[in-house]
């Protein structure tokens, strides 16, 4: 003689329905904490001129990209943080220097020609790239990247102006997209394991 439970097929769907509920709280929490890129919408392939010719952003995928705005008469900003870049090459091993590059783009392109940037930004390390173009393509570029910079002048000096700019390294990752954002005030060391992060993935 079987006795009856009617309550059991209820139950049954009620802890199926659990399971089901815990199931999908797992799978939207582990998805919630995947690591989102607050960058992903800054920036974009560009191409402006170095002084063996056009040079795009998409030429170096597959590899991290440190990129700098600024000019070469600029007498502090620049040179600190393009003489970061090049101790951030130092402090990497060989393997994974030889997957970044550093690209500085002027600003000042009345005087920056595409000659004059490309040997300004090699003084401070082989692997950094000059670029510059005219002044409606770098400041397209420039809007890309939320990039400030204006002429200033400066009778009383023999520049006759200076440009004042943001002073933020971008750090690209190998399928192109901004991943972080350096600060002038930061160290190498700091840029080195930033680089590392971006190359990790």
């Excluded at 170096?60 to 970061?84: E, N």
């Excluded at 002044?135 to 009778?155: F, G, H, I, S």
């Amino acid at each position: 003689m079987t006795t009856k439970n009617p309550w059991r097929l209820p139950l049954i769907a009620l802890l199926c329905a659990t399971m089901l509920g815990l199931g999908a709280g797992v799978w939207l929490q582990q998805r919630s904490a995947e690591p989102v890129n607050p960058y992903e919408k800054l920036g974009g392939d560009f191409t402006l001129t170095s002084a063996q010719g056009p040079v795009s952003l998409s030429d170096y995928r597959g590899k991290a990209v440190m990129l700098f705005f600024g000019y070469t008469l600029c007498p502090d900003v620049c040179p600190t943080d393009l003489a970061r870049m090049s101790a951030v090459f130092d402090q990497l091993s060989d393997s994974e220097a030889q997957r970044v590059v550093g690209i500085f783009v002027s600003v000042d392109t009345d005087r920056d020609t595409p000659e004059r940037v490309t040997e300004y930004a090699a003084f401070f390390h082989n692997q950094i790239i000059g670029l510059s173009g005219s002044a409606e393509a770098v400041a397209a570029v420039a809007k890309q990247y939320y990039v400030l910079y204006q002429r200033v002048d400066a009778e009383d000096s023999a520049l006759s102006y200076t440009m004042d700019h943001s002073a933020t390294t971008y750090l690209i990752g190998p399928k192109g997209k901004v991943r972080d954002l350096i600060q002038h005030g930061a160290g190498a060391q700091e840029m080195a394991q930033a680089v590392r992060a971006v190359l990790a993935g």
